[in-house]
């Protein structure tokens, strides 16, 4: 299993923290919430880590793309007929192609970060748009309710509510990309970005076809936030244009990636647990503020916390003469987290 | 049928847009042009404005002492966001600054909009109170020509200090050529917060000419951002005459758009356009 899956016992811990942790919480439909909302944005974070992390490609479009695979998934289920299981992998790839073409095109005319990110914000806001616009496909902002995938049968069958096996699912999805995160980092195609990273011209001179890995890299992003998007969507059994803006998922996604740490295998899941936790305690004391407090927190990590948790803390006990070996700071932090 | 009256109608109230939105991607554009900081919370300076004079009204002040009041506030606020924010900002160089300055500018934004909420949560406006003026046999709204002509003196009078003034042309030197300006004695951190301010009481401006003609509140603030963002793609990140041209040209198409196609059409042909200007002229926002 190590051969092919470098640290999969850790991942394997990590998602055992996961499977158990909603047992103390079962009856609290709250809480599964917050579990699951948690992964969802360490998905949307995973996504984010392979485009920008180690591609230089800032997506902001992510709730766009999102939104692309929740309506998608739900129309294609309701006009064909099929089960939305079906219909999940054709939007999931119609995103994908969507996140390929950006990346081709930004790849083929050499765009620099700051193109890519105002080339996706502008798609952004045009997603958002055509969602509230397309009535006649999306239901406009009032929206409609989104209880796909026969949950509910399950859950009756296995006696937990249906949020609860949401969450499971929500769950296998995040192992699922977890498991291709670190299989990718890993292989050729993890090699190819570091170089492409390090010096796109020199890569391009010994022989790495940029254009090609940076398009494969939108094409997974994309499939992974349509996935995100999709659940995202189930998990509040509703969906509205409001699921999917800027704000709602991008800069969120974008303060987990950079609390958790860019280019950390851990950094996702990590940040996703800090900011759901400051979110829920925002929902308990401070709800009104809870805008205010991750725009400043954008600020913040951005002009003095840029490296994320997981490096400072392995800093802080190598500091302390404390040797832990690689990325235990990381489980740690989960270990508090998924306790909570 | 659409009538001569209703087009030459529509052209004003669409100059009228577009003179608020050329106003907002000439913010823009003088602060990347100068700094290389694309100002993502441009749009809520506009609507602080705009909201803080609406509410200066409302104590009974008067509309010129309250927009004044209204702007006044916004330039002391850039100066703060300038000597503060934006000096971390300037700290890092190159690519680097400029994607540091696009996060801190929309975390900025982010917070603005988060603070607001809980205090000014309703719609605001700033009526003129002008009559409707009549061409032949057009009547267009007095608020959309104040708007306009507003609009060119200020814009006129920025034109005319970067071009006459020794300040403006130390200004357009660090445009050009940034060490060539420190090398003659020019130092660019103080011009840079000399325009930071100008370009947020634009903005000011911006947005209370569009409280004038319709309800602002806090959720139009990253709209207003977006607008800005469209016309300095569009027009070109570095130009200010190509962003006033732009700045127009949109304000026509989308006014336009809005009366025949409606209006979330109209807004992704906004978008697209942007979109299209990325794509075939990516040149405009680097170099």
Redesign the interface.
Known sequence: MSDFLPGGRKLALVGLLFVLAPLPVMGSGYFVGVLSRTLLFALFAIALNIVFGHNDQLFLFMGGLGGIGAYTTALIADSVGVSAWLALPVAAVIAGLIGLSVSWISARRSFTVILISILTLNLQLVFSEAFIGARGLTGGSTGFPYELFTLSGIAEAAGVPTAVVIYYVILAFFLAAMVLYIWLINSKYGIAFEAIREDEMAAESIGIDVVRYKSIAGFIAGVIIAIAGTLLAREATYITPSIFTFLAVDVIALVVLIVGGIRQTYGPIVGAVIVEAIEAILGTYAANWRTAIFGALLILLFLYFRSGVIVKAQEFLEDRDVSLGGGNGGTAAVDTGGDG | MVTISTLAALAVDGLAFGASLALLGVGITLVYGLGEV?NLAIGAFAVIAAILASLLIDQGMSLPVAIAGGLAFVGVFGLVVDRT?LS??YRSDG?ER???G???T??????????M??YVSSQYSLPLGLDPIRVGAAVVTGTSVASIVIAAVVLAVLFLFLNRTFLGKATRTIFQDERGARLVGINPRKIRTLVFVLSVLVAGLAGVLAAARSNVSVATS?EFT?FA??VS?VGGVRSLVGAVVAGLLLGLINTMANFFV?S??A??IL??A??VF??FR?EV??S
Not at chain 2, 106 to 115: A, F, I, K, S
């Open positions: 694309l924010l971390l900002v690519e400029i994607l540091i696009i996060f801190t929309l975390g900025l934004t982010v917070l603005l909009e988060g603070v909420v809980n990253f977006t963002l469209i793609i409606g979330y059409f807004t992704i978008f697209g942007a979109i990325l794509l990516p926002m680097s």
